[in-house]
């Protein structure tokens, strides 16, 4: 029990799905706490129930570690998460990749999230969808994204995002796929790499309406559509081999992190930082792209150009360190701007 894994998501989330991937492609056993899409209240770091924004729609849990936002969960630092398991690892290809692969997964992921892909792809979703009509969804996501989810504001953003979203299936037909290779990085099996980029369009994939043939389909990108199949092929299998994760409840979850140790060092707070914070001091944390109308607070832990981890307690007292990447995310010392 020390040393299990808990991810907490909701069933459907394209994000979680990264993670789950990610998981099984390893082959590191989880368990999951899985919960509606409105408001994640089974996460066990604040009481009362957290806020839904960035920090905790989707969280892995390492003991007392929430680990936030799927690429930092992917690549916790100074620890990575593939590294808590031993070899050999399953599907992946090897973790040491050569330099430019490493920056070529960055990128991937830069450009899914940052340039507005995956945000693009949100605004395909068909209007006819029954999830697009609830009151407390369209809240939930206006609260978290900051712009209208009424159906009609949705259907006039879609011819932009129709041109969006070929443009960046054109990018993986005509350059990333474009010399027959299976994978990104040409290695045997899928990577990191191809998880960071596949995920938008594996989704809209399977989002019935979303994709109108005559727009995009694998007729005119025959590459692209086909590279997701096999991801699909090779994330089916890799589910198949790893079975089904546990399901828990939330107060088991809370359970299972109470009887947990710490599985890292606590770690420093860079003294060159340019915030000037120092370890020990209340601070609040917030995503500044989405999910930035509600903050975590507490005594800050770790500050460094990759991360920042503040102290939280979960519903029964427990210390948790919560971990967030520094890329996107802002720290303030309370009481100072909140700009």
Request: glycine share 8%; with cysteine; proline share 9%.
């Amino acid at each position: 029990m020390a040393n299990e894994i808990i991810l907490f998501h909701y069933s459907y989330s394209p994000y979680a799905r990264r993670v789950v991937w990610y998981l099984n492609l390893r082959g590191i056993a989880y368990t999951q706490c899985v919960d509606p899409p409105f408001i994640h209240r089974s996460n066990p770091t604040t009481n009362p129930p957290p806020p839904r924004h960035s920090s905790t729609r989707h969280s892995l849990q390492t003991n007392p570690h929430p680990l936030n936002r799927t690429g930092h969960i992917q690549r916790h630092p100074p620890h990575p998460l593939q590294t808590r398991v031993p070899l050999p690892l399953l599907a992946l290809p090897p973790l040491h990749l050569l330099p430019d692969q490493r920056g070529y997964e960055r990128l991937l992921e830069s450009w899914a999230v940052d340039s507005g892909v995956f945000m693009r792809a949100s605004q395909l979703i068909p209007t006819d969808t029954p999830l697009l009509k609830d009151a407390r969804f369209q809240k939930d996501r206006e609260d978290f994204s900051g712009r209208s989810w009424d159906p009609e504001k949705v259907q006039m953003m879609r011819p932009e995002a129709l041109i969006e979203i070929k443009g960046a299936f054109e990018m993986l037909e005509t350059a990333l796929l474009a010399d027959g290779r299976e994978w990104i990085l040409e290695t045997q099996g899928p990577s990191l790499a191809d998880i960071e980029a596949v995920w938008p369009f594996h989704w809209l994939r399977g989002l019935k309406g979303a994709l109108p043939e005559s727009v995009i389909s694998g007729t005119q990108f025959p590459k692209a559509f086909a590279w997701i199949e096999r991801f699909q092929q090779a994330a089916s299998a890799a589910a198949s081999r790893a079975g089904k994760a546990k399901t828990v409840k939330g107060a088991e979850a809370l359970r299972i992190i109470d009887d947990a140790g710490f599985a890292e060092v606590e770690g420093e707070v860079d003294a060159s930082d340019p915030t000037g914070l120092k370890k020990g001091e209340v601070v609040e944390i917030w995503p500044i792209d989405s999910g930035f109308n509600s903050r975590d607070r507490g005594p800050l832990v770790v500050l460094n150009g990759k991360e920042i981890v503040v102290e939280g307690k979960t519903r029964s007292g427990k210390e948790v360190r919560i971990h967030t990447p520094r890329h996107g995310f802002r720290v303030r010392r309370v009481g100072k701007s909140k700009l």
